[in-house]
C-alpha cells in the first residue's frame, strides 16, 4: 500500500489539467501478480470541482524482488502523466463508465457519461497548420462520438472553425495504432475554414491529443511517420467529401505521398463514409481527379512477401509492422490480418491456394519465432472479421461479387463455426451483404481451408 501510494504521488501532471487533488482509495490483489486499485481525482473546471474514479492494474515484475525501471504514461481523458518511478507498470487503465460484463482487458468503452467530465476538464484545441493551439474553450459543445476499434474518441464541435478532441479508451499498451487511429479523426476533423481542408502538423496535432510522441518512447520516423501520412490521407478524403481543396505543411504530404495506397484510402473512407451522405463511388472519383497517386498501390509485405524481421516485438505484445493495419495489442489480429490478405489474393487469382499457404505458414512461423502466442477462438474471429473487410473493401472499388464470393464464404463460415458471428458485429465490421451462404470448414483446420477455398474458379459455389 505505501508503495502505491507512493506511485500516486508520484504522477507529473501537465500545468493547466484543472487537477487538485489524487487519492488511493482501494487496493486489491489479483492473478499472476498483479494488483488493481481505484484511483480518487479531482478535477476542477468551469463548473466547479468533481470527482472521478479511475481503475487501475498493476504489474508486479517477476521475481517479486526485482523492478522495472521504464517511464510509464497514464492517462485519464486529456490528461497525462507520466509515472517516473520504478515499482510498477501499467497494463490496462478502464473507468466506471465501460461495460461491466466483459473481462477488464476487454472491455468496451461507451460514450455515456463523458459530458460532465468535458464540462470540467480543459482541452486543447487542434490548430491549422502554422498556428498555435487554442486553450481556451467555448462553454457550448457538442459530443460527437466515434467508434475505432475498441477505442472511442469523442469529438467535440465548437461553433468556430476548430475542433476540439477528446480521446477516451485504453488498450492494454499503447502502440502505433492509437496515434495513426486518431491522427485518421484529427484530420477528418481538422480546421474548415475559407473553403479549404487545413492538415495540421502531426507534432502540433497530436499532442493535443493526449498521446505522448517523443523519439524517446517511440523511435523516429516510424509511428511518427505513419501518424503524419494518415493525418495528409484523411484529410484528402475530407477534401474529396466536400470538394475544397487540401492545404497544409510539405511535410505531410511528403509523408503522405510515400505510403499513399488504394487500402488506405478506402480505410479511411470506411471511417468516414457513416458520416456522410456522399455517394461512395462519388467520392472515389472526386479522390481519382483530385490525387494521381489514389489509385497507384504499394507493395507492403501484407500483400506481398513476409520477413519476421518486420515483426516488432515489444514486451508481451508483438506488432507487424505495416502500413495498412498495425496491430491493436492482440496478435491474432496480425495474423488474421495477414491471412485475410492471402485468401484474398488467391481467391483473384495473383497467388495459387498453395503459394498463399505457404505465406501463411512461414508468417505463422516467424510470429511464433518472435516469442507470439496465439489464442485459437479469438484468431478465428479475428479472421472472420478481416476477411469481411478486404471483401467489402474490394467490391466498394469494383470487383465483380463472383471474383470475392469465397472470400464472402471463408468468413461465413469460420464466424458461424466460431459462433460468434452476430447481427451487432456484422454492422459494425460489414457494409456489404455477402452473395450467399458455405458450409462450415474444419475444425480447427480453417487455415488449409481458407487456402483450398479461396483457390476455387471465381464465383463457385
Known amino acids: 500500500m505505501g508503495a502505491l501510494t507512493d506511485l500516486v504521488n508520484a504522477i507529473v501532471w501537465p500545468a493547466g489539467t484543472g487537477l487538485t487533488d489524487t487519492r488511493l482509495a482501494r487496493v486489491w490483489a489479483g492473478r499472476n501478480g498483479r494488483l488493481t486499485f481505484d484511483l480518487q481525482l479531482t478535477l476542477h473546471g468551469p463548473s466547479g470541482a468533481s470527482r472521478h ?49 466483459l473481462p477488464p482487458a476487454r472491455r468496451l468503452f461507451r460514450p455515456r457519461g463523458l459530458h460532465d467530465l468535458l464540462a470540467d476538464a480543459r482541452f486543447a484545441r487542434i490548430a491549422p497548420a502554422g498556428q498555435e493551439p487554442s486553450r481556451t474553450g467555448s462553454p457550448a459543445m457538442n459530443l460527437v462520438s466515434y467508434r475505432v476499434g475498441r477505442r472511442f474518441v469523442a469529438a467535440i464541435r465548437t461553433d468556430d472553425d476548430g475542433a476540439r478532441l477528446f480521446v477516451k479508451g485504453f488498450r492494454r499498451m499503447p502502440g502505433p495504432t492509437s496515434l495513426h487511429r486518431a491522427a485518421e479523426l484529427a484530420a477528418m476533423l481538422a480546421t474548415r475554414s475559407s473553403g479549404e481542408i487545413r492538415v495540421p502538423l502531426v507534432r502540433g496535432a497530436l499532442p493535443e491529443l493526449g498521446l505522448l510522441i517523443s523519439d524517446e518512447v517511440w523511435p523516429a520516423p516510424s509511428p511518427v511517420h505513419y501518424a503524419a501520412a494518415d493525418v495528409a490521407l484523411a484529410a484528402r ?39 456522410v451522405a456522399t455517394p461512395l463511388q462519388e467520392i472515389r472519383e472526386r479522390l481519382r481527379d483530385q ?50 490478405h492471402a485468401v484474398l489474393d488467391a481467391a483473384l487469382g495473383s497467388v495459387s491456394g498453395d503459394d498463399g499457404f505457404i505465406r501463411l505458414n512461414a508468417f505463422l512461423d516467424a510470429h511464433h519465432n518472435a516469442g507470439g502466442m496465439i489464442d485459437s477462438p479469438r484468431l478465428g474471429w479475428y479472421l472472420a472479421v478481416a476477411l ?58 480453417f487455415h488449409r481451408d481458407a487456402m483450398a477455398l479461396a483457390a476455387r474458379e471465381p464465383g463457385a459455389a
Open 53 to 101: 474514479s479511475v481503475q487501475g492494474v498493476v504489474s508486479i515484475s517477476s521475481p517479486p524482488n526485482r523492478i522495472v525501471k521504464q517511464p510509464i504514461r497514464f492517462e485519464h481523458g486529456s490528461l497525462l502523466g507520466i509515472l517516473r518511478t520504478d515499482p510498477v507498470r501499467f497494463a490496462w487503465l478502464s473507468t466506471p463508465d465501460c461495460d461491466p460484463e
Open 237 to 275: 478524403v475530407a477534401a474529396a467529401i466536400h470538394s475544397l481543396p487540401c492545404v497544409g505543411d510539405e511535410r505531410v504530404h511528403r509523408a503522405a505521398d510515400e505510403w499513399d495506397t488504394v487500402d488506405r484510402w478506402h480505410d479511411v473512407l470506411g471511417v468516414l463514409c457513416p458520416h
Open 291 to 340: 490525387t494521381p497517386t489514389a489509385g497507384r498501390e504499394t507493395m507492403t509485405l501484407i500483400h506481398r512477401d513476409f520477413h519476421h524481421a518486420q515483426l516488432l516485438r515489444n514486451e508481451r505484445a508483438i506488432w507487424l509492422v505495416d502500413w495498412d493495419t498495425l496491430c491493436l495489442g492482440h496478435p491474432e489480429q496480425d495474423i488474421a490480418t495477414y491471412a485475410a
Open 388 to 445: 469481411a473487410r478486404v471483401a467489402a473493401m474490394h467490391t466498394a472499388r469494383g470487383f465483380p461479387d463472383g471474383a470475392l464470393a469465397p472470400v464472402w464464404q471463408l468468413a461465413l463460415a469460420i464466424s458461424d463455426n466460431t459462433g460468434l458471428w452476430t447481427e451487432t458485429t456484422r454492422r459494425n465490421h460489414v457494409d456489404i451483404a455477402p452473395s450467399q451462404p458455405c458450409a462450415q470448414p474444419s475444425t480447427g483446420a
